[in-house]
């Protein structure tokens, strides 16, 4: 496919193309669109502070902006996403024993919920403070765990929200605050009557616009793009069940500020009322780009929405 044939496929998908442009501008509590890129990357530390400093929160910035330490930090050519579908309560200590034999990254909820401690944490904050300032009280009882775990987040939700990110981050406990690593994402959309344009994903994939790691959907597609960033040969995905909305924790308290989807029902990064679900950009990372990279995928369990797209796990590493 040549450029032509790209601004073509652009074209094509005007709510995919639309939804990708409204994402990656701030816009929210804000008169102007700004497009993320433009604005200086310390921006979410220092404005619309009132707990901090101007003197820490600079300090703050200067301490975790730089993604280029995770690839150092990589210890095993295998990484292990540890996601939150119901399936992870199925792992078996033989299953763990293996997770841990690789490099690990754990997603969202996970350091509240189960004893696992990964390598590395990739948190969202939410925009809800009281869900954000809950998380992060629940995770600093963890901060002696946690003390060698890298913890990596994206600051710009928070900023888009007319928050500060530097008045959250020195609520952790300095434990952890050490280990933080500030990462910019690039969102990413396609409608669902189109299909995924495999040219555009290998020129966005993993990164755009040197720093910016492609999200698509959810944040284990920040996770893959990271995987792949940091140079690991294989990974295999836990808890990325997607064809139900059981988690492994069972109960949540995000259903206290929005509504609880249907345990039965397709996960919400997998339905495809609107836009392709992140099921279908995976077989398409899995598909056409990163066999070219050198990378195999691997699911963590039979009951995925991906078997067998992708191999069993414990047909290769068990």
């Known amino acids: 496919m040549g450029k032509r044939d790209i601004f ?6 005007r709510n995919g193309t639309w939804e990708t442009v409204r994402k990656n501008m701030r816009t929210i509590r804000y008169p102007l669109a700004i497009p993320k890129p433009l ?3 310390i921006f979410p530390y220092i404005r619309n502070r009132e707990e901090t400093t101007l003197k820490r929160s600079i300090d703050l910035y200067r301490q975790t902006d730089d993604a280029k330490v995770l690839r150092d930090q990589k210890s095993s050519d295998v990484l292990s996403i540890l996601a939150s579908g119901a399936s992870i309560n199925e792992l078996t200590d033989q299953d763990f024993e293996c997770i841990d034999s690789t490099d690990s ?4 909820w996970w350091g509240v919920y189960h004893d696992f401690v990964p390598d590395f944490y990739k948190f969202e904050f939410m925009g809800v403070p009281e869900l954000d300032t809950q998380w992060i009280n629940e995770i600093n009882k963890k901060s002696v765990e946690y003390d060698d775990t890298t913890l990596i987040f994206d600051p710009e939700r928070l900023y888009n929200e007319g928050d500060c990110v530097s008045d959250y981050l020195y609520r952790f406990d300095p ?3 050490k280990n933080l690593v500030d990462i910019r994402v690039f969102p990413y959309f396609v409608s669902s009557d189109v299909g995924f344009c495999a040219e555009i994903i290998d020129y966005l994939y993993p990164t755009v616009l040197w720093n910016r790691f492609l999200h698509y959907r959810g944040s284990l597609s920040q996770a893959l793009s990271l995987g792949e960033y940091m140079g690991y040969d294989e990974i295999i995905l836990f808890g990325v069940d997607l064809n139900d909305s059981e988690y492994f924790w069972g109960e949540h308290p995000v259903w206290e500020y929005k509504e609880r989807p249907d345990p039965d029902q397709e996960h919400v990064t997998a339905a495809d009322r609107e836009f392709k679900g992140i099921d279908d950009f995976i077989r398409t990372l899995d598909g056409e780009i990163l066999p070219e990279r050198g990378i195999d995928l691997y699911i963590g369990s039979k009951q995925s929405e ?3 797209d992708l191999p069993y796990f414990r047909e290769v590493f068990i």
């Open 175 to 177: 434990i952890l605050r």
């Open 306 to 308: 991906l078997y067998p």
């Open 39 to 41: 604005y200086p990357n």
């Open 105 to 108: 990254i754990a997603l969202n």
């Open 8 to 13: 073509s496929h652009i074209r094509g998908d």
